[in-house]
């Protein structure tokens, strides 16, 4: 690679005979991501190109393949398409194709924010159709398993947001332990979008009694499962 956890591809690079690499999106653990051209008909997709040769993914890419398959009809995971196998840097690496989701990741997205944190309403918004989505996935007997600000797409339309989620994982703990797992992120995830350790004792009690000090006893206990924050986020009043 030309970079660390980079393969260095540029605007009008090659993937294959089908697509031309349009930006660089992001990267995760597993691999990276691009935004690509369909050449025969122009469409914009994503690649997701896994860092490890394609013996060593293999496992990894399969099962994350099937997963996204299995869960095509929630609305919160990024629409699989196809693999295709590429050769770079003298070796053949898997490469996943999916739908390009026209939002901004998550941790791009906060740089927009003063002070790199959202209001307390935005940021409770943005966790509750978080928390729908993964409900969603956890009610197929499913779970997400690395939830964080890198692999979340957000896409504002009025008051609401749109998401997609990349990058399941399974960290080899039962189902049960990683569906805890996912609720432990999402209310993580809320206290870093509002301003982490530096600013949490001054948000308002809706988001303390959710974050709970990111105490994960607590969380667990107030939100056994992810249908309880959901009801929560629902019902609580300011």
């Not at 944190?117 to 997400?144: C, D, Q, S, W």
Request: hydrophobic residues 40%.
């Amino acid at each position: 690679m030309t970079k660390k956890n980079s393969f260095g591809l540029s605007k009008g690079d090659r993937l294959t005979w089908r697509y031309e690499v349009m930006e660089r999106i992001g990267a995760g653990s597993e691999g990276e991501v691009y935004k690509i051209r369909e050449k025969s008909t122009g469409l914009t997709r994503a690649a997701k190109l896994y860092f490890e040769s394609k013996e060593k993914s293999g496992p990894v890419f399969i099962r994350h393949a099937r997963k996204l398959d299995a869960l095509r009809d929630c609305d919160i995971v990024v629409k699989y398409l196809h693999a295709e196998e590429v050769w770079i840097n003298d070796r053949f690496i898997y490469c996943m194709i999916s739908e390009y989701f026209e939002g901004a990741l998550l941790e791009d997205l906060l740089k927009t924010y003063r002070g790199g944190r959202m209001p307390a309403f935005e940021a409770l918004n943005l966790i509750y159709a978080l928390t729908v989505g993964i409900e969603e996935i956890h009610a197929r007997k499913e779970f997400h398993g690395d939830l964080h600000k890198g692999n979340i797409f957000v896409e504002r339309n009025g008051v609401f947001f749109r998401l997609r989620t990349i990058d399941f994982h399974d960290w080899g703990r039962t189902p049960a332990v990683e569906r805890r797992a996912d609720i432990l992120c999402l209310a993580r995830l809320l206290y870093d979008i509002v301003g982490g350790r530096e600013h949490y004792k001054k948000q308002p009690p809706a988001v303390r009694d959710i974050c709970m000090g990111n105490r994960s006893d607590l969380i667990l206990k107030k939100f056994p499962t992810v249908f309880h924050l959901r009801a929560h986020l629902e019902t609580f009043e300011w």
